[in-house]
């Protein structure tokens, strides 16, 4: 199941978090849209648990740190993409 996960992330989240980032003013709010459909999947994943694999540091965990520039990306461009109401995982 991890690498059903590392796909997942190197196929459809990262390429939908980059769309948030470079498209355009018009098209910026259904990328934003896309992005969080796909990292909700993840959030579901991992409720409950500190690390995908449950309470040790796994594969996953390594090949999903999408979020960790994820955010200093946000926070550069000023956008909101990680709401902590919404993912609080």
């Known amino acids: ?3 059903f996960w590392a796909k997942f992330i190197d196929e459809k989240i ?3 978090v980059w769309k948030t980032l470079l498209v355009g003013e018009n098209e910026r709010e259904a990328a934003i849209e896309e992005a969080h459909q796909l990292l909700k999947s993840l959030e579901n994943e991992l409720k409950g648990k500190k690390f995908f694999g ?3 540091l796994g594969f996953l965990d390594v090949a999903g740190n ?3 520039w ?3 990306s946000q926070e550069a461009l000023g956008m909101n993409l990680l709401d902590k109401e919404k993912f609080p995982s």
């Open 1 to 3: 199941m991890p690498r």
């Open 54 to 56: 449950g309470e040790s």
């Open 66 to 68: 999408v979020v960790v």
């Open 70 to 72: 994820l955010e200093v």
């Open 14 to 16: 990262q390429p939908a």
